[in-house]
């Protein structure tokens, strides 16, 4: 794990998940490796009710109830798609729910524009079809191939990225579940084991952009996942996160208490000058998300060590949320500058504190990108 820059779940909770796998006597579908009771309890945490021996970190921040409605839809032959804005926890619910239940998080296809067939499907080893023909051994297996062939999850990011006609290779597989091979005349079709499942994760925000048939929908269950816009639970999730990051570069620091409450404020008055905003040039096109919060408060705090007195600073604080969040130039640049000074600036003035100094160090990054 030490040489992991970053480490799946599986290898990062190792023990953990080992730990809950020995004390678990709940019913186990398929091949799973903990009962849906216990990836509950990895994924959220546990409670005084669970009676365990020890404590269980709460990873995913959000309603259990989208938990349990995905993890019983894992246990069905229908996939399971997680849908949202960017920034709500979709990709690291799906790596959380496939470390628990198969102990493989890393079946993944990244969904993009150029994503073909063959990425979902299998491909071929060209040298060793030039020197001993098509066959088995001469085959490529896709993520969600192998997946198949070892019942377990397999992973597919960004679904709604890809193209219909890529999109549509999943119906037979999630329907029938195997894949035919046509170039081979034996041996040619891969059947899906026990415990075989997909988890797709679609950006909400992609919508229009390459929709989902109605034979792709019907083969699965959505889960939405919506943007976390209670305070306390911001908060948690943020200072969760952060101190995962920064655990790669052994930093320890803490995070004043005041200064998260002045950046989710600063997050929340944005959010609520983005609804009223009457056009998309008005607006900033960052989703606002917690995920553009622990990119803010990382970088913050990477320049406090490396460049300045290692703590957390409003100045710097307010120097990386503008550099994080303006990104059209002009247009955010525009945005952001009005909302500094009709917003920022009326916090600084009433409530004095870290906000003098947030406020003068928004100014002085955006003086930067003029």
Same mark, same amino acid.
């Given at each position: 794990? *030490?040489?992991?820059? @970053?480490?799946?779940?599986?290898?990062?909770?190792?023990?953990?998940?080992?730990?809950?796998?020995?004390?678990? #006597?709940?019913?186990?579908?398929?091949?799973?490796?903990?009962?849906?009771?216990?990836?509950?309890?990895?994924?959220?945490?546990?409670?005084?009710?669970?009676?365990?021996? @020890?404590?269980?970190?709460?990873?995913?921040?959000?309603?259990?109830?989208?938990?349990?409605?995905?993890?019983?839809?894992?246990? *069905?032959?229908?996939?399971?798609?997680?849908?949202?804005?960017?920034?709500?926890?979709?990709?690291?619910?799906?790596?959380?729910?496939?470390?628990?239940?198969?102990?493989? *998080?890393?079946? $993944? $296809?990244?969904?993009?524009?150029?994503?073909?067939?063959?990425?979902?499907?299998?491909?071929?080893?060209?040298?060793?079809?030039?020197?001993?023909?098509?066959?088995?051994?001469?085959?490529?297996?896709?993520?969600?191939?192998?997946?198949?062939?070892?019942?377990?999850?397999?992973?597919?990011?960004?679904? #709604?990225?890809?193209?219909?006609?890529?999109?549509?290779?999943?119906?037979?597989?999630?329907?029938?579940?195997?894949? #035919?091979?046509?170039?081979?005349?034996?041996?040619?079709? $891969?059947?899906?084991?026990?415990?075989?499942?997909?988890?797709?994760?679609?950006? *909400?925000?992609?919508?229009?952009?390459?929709?989902?048939?109605?034979?792709?929908?019907?083969?699965?269950?959505?889960?939405?996942?919506?943007?976390?816009?209670?305070?306390?639970?911001?908060?948690?999730?943020?200072?969760?996160?952060?101190?995962?990051?920064?655990?790669?570069?052994?930093?320890?620091?803490?995070?004043?208490?005041?200064?998260?409450?002045?950046?989710?404020? #600063?997050?929340?008055?944005?959010?609520?000058?983005?609804?009223?905003?009457?056009?998309?040039?008005?607006?900033?096109?960052?989703?606002?998300?917690?995920?553009?919060?622990?990119?803010?408060?990382?970088?913050?705090?990477?320049?406090?060590?490396?460049?300045?007195?290692?703590?957390?600073?409003?100045?710097?604080?307010?120097?990386?949320?503008?550099?994080?969040?303006?990104?059209?130039?002009?247009?955010?640049?525009?945005?952001?500058?009005?909302?500094?000074?009709?917003?920022?600036?009326?916090?600084?003035?009433?409530?004095?504190?870290?906000?003098?100094?947030?406020?003068?160090?928004?100014?002085?990054?955006?003086?930067?990108?003029?």
């Amino acid at each position: 794990m *030490s040489e992991q820059l @970053r480490a799946p779940v599986e290898v990062k909770y190792a023990d953990e998940l080992a730990w809950l796998a020995s004390i678990d #006597t709940g019913r186990k579908p398929f091949s799973w490796r903990l009962s849906p009771k216990m990836v509950r309890i990895f994924v959220l945490g546990s409670r005084p009710q669970d009676k365990l021996d @020890r404590d269980v970190q709460q990873k995913w921040y959000g309603a259990p109830a989208l938990v349990e409605k995905a993890i019983v839809t894992l246990a *069905s032959d229908r996939g399971l798609l997680l849908i949202g804005d960017p920034g709500t926890g979709k990709s690291w619910l799906a790596e959380l729910l496939s470390a628990a239940i198969c102990d493989d *998080s890393t079946r $993944v $296809v990244q969904g993009t524009a150029g994503t073909a067939e063959d990425h979902i499907k299998y491909a071929w080893n060209v040298a060793e079809v030039i020197g001993k023909g098509q066959s088995r051994d001469s085959l490529i297996p896709s993520p969600i191939m192998s997946a198949m062939q070892d019942g377990v999850l397999g992973r597919f990011e960004e679904l #709604t990225r890809c193209t219909s006609d890529v999109q549509d290779a999943l119906i037979s597989i999630l329907s029938e579940k195997y894949i #035919t091979i046509p170039e081979l005349d034996e041996d040619n079709v $891969v059947f899906a084991r026990p415990g075989f499942n997909i988890i797709a994760t679609a950006n *909400s925000r992609d919508r229009g952009v390459n929709d989902l048939s109605s034979a792709l929908k019907r083969r699965f269950n959505f889960v939405q996942i919506p943007v976390v816009t209670n305070r306390k639970a911001e908060k948690q999730i943020v200072e969760f996160r952060v101190k995962d990051l920064l655990a790669r570069n052994e930093f320890d620091v803490e995070m004043p208490t005041a200064l998260l409450d002045v950046l989710l404020q #600063t997050f929340a008055d944005l959010r609520v000058a983005a609804r009223n905003a009457s056009s998309d040039d008005e607006r900033l096109e960052s989703a606002l998300s917690t995920a553009e919060q622990i990119g803010v408060v990382e970088d913050a705090v990477l320049h406090g060590q490396f460049f300045g007195d290692a703590d957390l600073e409003p100045r710097i604080l307010a120097m990386s949320l503008v550099g994080t969040l303006v990104r059209r130039i002009p247009e955010d640049l525009s945005v952001m500058n009005k909302f500094w000074h009709a917003v920022v600036q009326k916090r600084a003035d009433e409530e004095g504190g870290p906000w003098v100094d947030f406020l003068a160090g928004g100014k002085e990054a955006m003086e930067l990108h003029r």
